[in-house]
């Protein structure tokens, strides 16, 4: 196991459609879920929960999916990318935007909180040597979807896919961010 500077230095999230069986078993996915809920979240809100998707309900899934996708209207070149997310998924977990009335916490830090879930989710798997890959796709905000398909509240949506499952090959380092190109200092 590497440290834990080294993993940050060079994590790298797997592409869903490289990732294959065997997928965590239950107790696997609930030290992973334990671990993503570790996340800062300003008053105690836990404004996101998970729904944890096995193949069986990914697959069963896909009809709708598809015939939502249809419904929109959505470009027909990326109907495979949106739907194979489902049809050919092993295992994800929907992680939950579920953002709670409070008068001090504005909805938008209660949003950045559900999206360090998601980072925290895909960091702990891939630390613990599986492939992972934080995918969104036209679902995560189709109300349609989101509704009859995962029973999410109006005020619901999905922070973030995380496909979690067997590495197949290292994926090639993608181009990182120039830091100086982002980053000023004030120093007085
Ligand atoms: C909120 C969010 C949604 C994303 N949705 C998709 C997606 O639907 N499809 C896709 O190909 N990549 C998507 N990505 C990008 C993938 O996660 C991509 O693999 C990632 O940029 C790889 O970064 P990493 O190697 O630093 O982990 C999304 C990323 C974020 C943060």
Redo the contacts with the bound molecule.
Sequence with gaps: MVDAITFLKT???T??KTLQSPVPARAEIEALLEIAARTPDHKKLEPWRFIVLSEAALKRLGPLVEARYDALGLPAEKRE?TCS?FTDGLMAVAVIASPKPCDTIPEVEQTLSA?AV?LAL?NGALASGWGA?????PMAFDRGFLAKGLGLEPQEFV??FIHIATRGAT?PE?PRPNIPGITTWQNT
């Design positions: 994590r790298r999230s592409p869903a990318k997310q999206g998601c895909l890959n934080w995918l969104s796709g922070a973030g994926p993608r």
